[in-house]
């Protein structure tokens, strides 16, 4: 399974970006995908996380300002980020859970990381 991420970048506070991120692969099912993030010195904290059905569960620090979705025909999760702080800088990850082929069990999948700087 491939996660590839995008949609990172440079953005003043109070701006906006919307990350991507499409899951690749012998996938036969995915239950839940979600966003981390880690800044430099500190654990990888979840951000957002939705399940197959639409529920989602979003971190309290981001609460009212992002918004986590999915799209399960293309295998995909995105994160609209609005009024972003600098306390929101980090490396954001990519997240499943999911089903491939030739496995019996559920496993977890990481994407590789996309930057998001949020200058004051």
């Known amino acids: 399974v491939q996660l590839q991420a995008s949609g990172g970048g440079l953005v003043q506070a109070g701006g906006s970006l919307r990350l991507s991120c499409a899951a690749s692969g012998n996938i036969i099912k995915i239950n839940d995908m979600g966003w981390y993030r880690q800044a430099p010195g500190k654990k990888r904290e979840l951000v957002a996380g939705i399940f197959r059905g639409g529920s989602t569960n979003v971190a309290d620090s981001v609460k009212g300002r992002f918004t986590i979705s999915r799209d399960n025909a293309k295998n995909t999760v995105y994160l609209q980020m609005n009024s972003l702080k600098p306390e929101d800088a980090a490396v954001y990850y990519c997240?499943?859970?999911?089903?491939?082929?030739?496995?019996?069990?559920?496993?977890?999948?990481w994407g590789q990381g996309t930057q998001v700087t949020v200058s004051s």
């Open positions: 997240n499943l859970v999911g089903l491939v082929s030739g496995s019996l069990n559920y496993a977890q999948y």
